[in-house]
């Protein structure tokens, strides 16, 4: 049962992997470096591209930064920290709305029409914010402002 | 071993395509499932998410629109003279989707270290979240 069990799994790995089906039973393998080989292998030339998976890290990054510029806005309240902020809550807002759009909004068109909304949203978003640092008080000192209240 | 003929992206858009051909009804889904905490949380940190995002797009285009200067609009405010605990619920109300979805988001940064997954350490950690929001938003809404 054991050597069935790791041939299964290694097969539907192997699958995930790879992207392929098995036109043909695999070897029986269960030697242990053969495996390790088999599975840690670089994927070929024509593996599907990485860009999905580098997309999910920048999200964590973009959040990890969010999450700093918080106290930064607290401790060293000025310009670099209020461009700073609308980069990032723009971008770490667009995203985050983009998810939103692919899991509700559903046919070809809609997506369309609902993502190209997204874009002039957040263009202008990042346009406005960035207009209000270089005319008007800055973020930092408008949050500090209006909790002065 | 034989490259597979459909990437998931386009095997996710045939799905589509053929449902909606089809005009199949859909289970239902939220209006027969049991609510739970992490449920609940999980759709309050969209929810959250989302109102904040057009809360920043809607000051961003007053920025744009608006003629004067923030000061101008803030003494605006002052005049109307509100009473301390409005002034205190306004706070509040600013502050706790921004706490909690902060909060949350540590939460969902831990999840993808790939920690704090079992049934228990979910709901311990859901708990704790809200706490922390309760306790921040207080916090920030009295400064």
Known sequence: TCITYSWFCFTVLQSKILLTRPIVASPITFDRLTLTRQIHTPPDTDAPSKAASLHWISERVVSVILLGLFPAAYVYPGPVVDYSLALILTLHGHWGLYQVITDYVHGEASVIVAKGFLHVLSAMTFTGLCYFNYTNVGICKAVAMLWSL | ?143
């Open chain 2, 1 to 143: 071993m034989v490259p597979m003929a459909t990437t998931a992206k386009e095997e996710m858009f045939q799905f589509w395509e053929k449902n909606t051909k089809l005009n199949r009804p859909m289970s239902p889904h939220v209006s027969v499932y049991k609510w739970s905490l992490p449920m609940m949380m999980s759709i309050t940190h969209r929810g959250t998410g989302v109102a904040m995002s057009l809360g920043i797009s809607c000051f961003s285009l007053a920025a744009l629109v608006l003629p004067e200067q923030f000061p101008y609009y803030l003494e605006l405010v002052k005049s109307l003279s509100l009473g301390p605990v409005l002034i205190y619920s306004a706070k509040f109300a600013l502050a706790f989707p921004l706490s909690y979805h902060t909060w949350n988001g540590i939460r969902h940064l831990v999840w993808d270290m790939g920690k704090g997954f079992k049934m228990l350490q979910v709901y311990q950690s859901g708990v704790l979240v809200l706490a922390l929001t309760l306790l921040s938003s207080a916090g920030l809404a009295a400064m």
